[in-house]
C-alpha cells in the first residue's frame, strides 16, 4: 500500500482549503449601489410618474423588486452619512457636507470582506462648508473604504467648478483635464464605473455611485438640443429637469449594459435609490397627483424616494415590497449579502436582505428618523412613521397617506390607532432616553 509523506497531505489539505475559500469567495455578489440627488419617489415611471421617461428603471422594477416605502432623510448630507455607516444621524451627523474620519462605512466594511471598491460622483464629505479639519485631504475616500475614487467636491467647492458642462473632476488624487467642449460630469463617472467594472469582474466589487444628475442647477444634458449651443450649457431652466431624469435613465441602462457585457449581471446586487425628495422648484404631473417636491421638509416628499432592487440570481418575481425600509437599512443588507458577521459592525438598521431572497416577508413595522439638518432654515425634528402613519416628537400625529402635506392632525382616532401611537410614543421615548432632542444642538456624536 503506498504511503505519502505528512508534508504532501498537510499540502493537500491546504490546496483543497484554499480552493474552497476562493470558490466561495468568487460565490459572493457584486454589489452596486446609484444614488440619485434630489429625486423624489413621484419622478419614476414605475411610480407612477407621467411626466418623466425611464425606460431603463421601469424595466429593472418589472424583473426585480419596487419598493414602496423607502425613506432617505430629507436633506443630502444626513442622507449620505445615514447609508454610508447605517446609523441615526444623532450619532454621527456633525456638519453639512462632512463625515468625521472616525465612522466606519459600508466601503470599510466591504473592502476588508475582500471586495475590491470604487465611489464615483458626488462626495462633499471633506468638510469644505465650514472648514473643517483635512477638509483638503484626497486620500479621505481611500480612509473610508474605498480603492479607487472620481468625485466631484472632494477638495474643491461648488464655487470652483460645477458637476456638469466641464466638471471639476477629482479622479484618485489628480483633478481631470475636462475638454469644455465634451466633458458632461455623470457621463465621466458612468465612464469611471464601467471601467471599473471592466479590470474588476473576476473577483466581488462594492461600487457606489452617488449621482450628481438630478440636482440643481436644471441645465441641458448632451441629449438637450441647446447642448449644441456651448454658451448655453448651464442655461438654467426647471424645463430641463425631464432631460436629466432621461439621462440620468440612460446612465443606468449604461452600467447594467456593461455588467451584461461581462457575463456577471445575474449575481449581481444593483440598486437605485436617491437620497432624498425633489427640488421643491420642480412640480411633477402623477398618475395620482400633482406632486410638488419637498426637499428638506419632514413632510412625506421630502424623504419618500424610489427604491429598485436587482439580483436575478435571487430576486425572481419578488415584485412589488410594500415593507418599509430606512437608510440605516442598507449596510446591514450588504453585510448580509456579502457574508459579514453582525458582530463585526454596528447599526441602527434592519436588514432587508431576506425581503429581497424571498425568504420573509414579515419585517421592521415602522421606522425612526432623527433630522437635524444644520443647512439652512429647515427644522430640526424626530418622529416614528410606517406607510401610513406618522407621530412626531411634539405629538402630532398624521395619516400621511390622507394628508399628504400634514396639514391636519388627527385627532379623534380609532382604538388600532391609540394603539399604534403608543407604540410610536414608545420608540421615540426610548429614543428620547438615549439621546435627548435638543432644539438648534450642533453636538449630537456617541459611538457605541
Not at 462594492?206 to 438630478?214: D, G, N, Q, S, T
Not at 415584485?319 to 437599512?329: H, K, R
Not at 428618523?369 to 412626531?392: A, C, E, N, Q
Request: aromatic content about 14%; glycine content about 8%.
Amino acid at each position: 500500500m503506498k504511503t505519502y509523506h505528512p508534508f504532501y497531505i498537510l499540502l493537500f489539505v491546504l490546496s483543497f482549503v484554499f480552493s474552497s475559500c476562493k470558490k466561495e469567495k468568487e460565490k459572493l455578489p457584486n454589489i452596486v449601489l446609484i444614488m440619485a440627488d434630489d429625486m423624489g419617489y413621484e419622478c419614476l415611471g414605475c411610480n407612477g410618474s407621467t411626466e418623466y421617461k425611464t425606460p431603463a428603471l421601469d424595466r429593472l422594477a418589472t424583473n426585480g423588486i419596487r419598493f414602496e416605502n423607502c425613506y432617505s432623510q430629507p436633506l443630502c448630507t444626513p442622507s449620505r452619512v445615514k447609508i454610508m455607516t447605517g446609523k441615526y444621524n444623532y450619532r454621527n451627523y456633525e456638519d453639512f457636507g462632512y463625515l468625521n474620519p472616525n465612522q466606519i462605512t459600508f466601503g470599510n466594511i466591504l473592502k476588508k470582506a475582500g471586495y475590491s471598491t470604487c465611489i464615483a460622483g458626488k462626495w462633499q464629505l471633506n468638510g469644505l462648508n465650514r472648514n473643517n479639519p483635512g477638509n483638503q485631504d484626497i486620500t479621505r475616500p481611500n480612509h473610508f473604504g474605498f480603492d479607487e475614487y472620481c468625485l466631484w467636491q472632494l477638495n474643491h467647492t461648488r464655487a470652483e467648478g460645477e458637476r456638469y458642462a466641464n466638471a471639476l473632476i477629482t479622479q484618485n488624487g489628480v483633478d481631470l483635464s475636462c475638454d469644455v467642449t465634451a466633458c458632461y460630469g455623470p457621463q465621466v463617472f458612468a465612464d469611471f464605473v464601467c471601467d471599473f467594472i471592466d479590470r474588476k469582474a473576476k473577483a466581488p466589487f462594492f461600487i457606489y455611485y452617488p449621482m450628481v444628475l438630478v440636482h440643481d442647477p436644471f441645465v441641458p444634458t448632451p441629449d438637450s438640443p441647446e447642448w449644441s449651443d456651448p454658451g448655453r450649457r448651464y442655461e438654467k431652466d426647471t424645463a430641463y429637469y425631464a432631460d436629466m431624469m432621461n439621462f440620468t435613465d440612460k446612465i443606468v441602462l449604461q452600467i447594467e449594459s456593461k455588467l451584461k457585457e461581462k457575463g456577471i449581471w445575474d449575481n449581481t446586487l444593483f440598486i437605485f435609490t436617491a437620497d432624498n425628495g425633489t427640488n421643491r422648484a420642480v412640480i411633477s404631473e402623477t398618475s395620482y397627483a400633482t406632486v410638488k417636491g419637498g426637499k428638506g421638509l419632514s413632510v412625506n416628499t421630502g424623504n419618500h424616494v424610489p427604491l429598485i432592487v436587482s439580483w436575478p440570481e435571487k430576486t425572481k418575481g419578488n415584485g412589488t415590497v410594500g415593507n418599509i425600509i430606512s437608510f440605516a437599512d442598507f449596510l446591514p443588507t450588504f453585510c448580509d449579502a456579502a457574508g459579514v458577521e453582525p458582530s463585526k459592525y454596528k447599526t441602527d438598521g434592519e436588514s432587508f436582505y431576506s425581503l429581497l431572497t424571498g425568504e420573509d416577508t414579515e419585517k421592521q413595522n415602522e421606522i425612526f428618523i432623527h433630522y437635524s439638518p444644520r443647512w439652512g432654515t429647515f427644522s430640526h425634528d424626530r418622529w416614528v412613521m410606517d406607510g401610513t402613519y406618522k407621530l412626531y416628537k411634539d405629538g402630532r400625529f398624521f395619516n400621511t397617506s390622507l394628508d399628504t402635506l400634514e396639514k391636519n392632525p388627527l385627532l379623534g382616532i380609532t382604538r388600532e390607532e391609540r394603539d399604534l401611537k403608543n407604540r410610536f410614543e414608545k420608540i421615540l421615548l426610548e429614543k428620547e432616553n438615549e439621546i435627548p432632542f435638543v432644539l438648534n444642538d450642533t453636538t449630537f456624536n456617541i459611538t457605541y
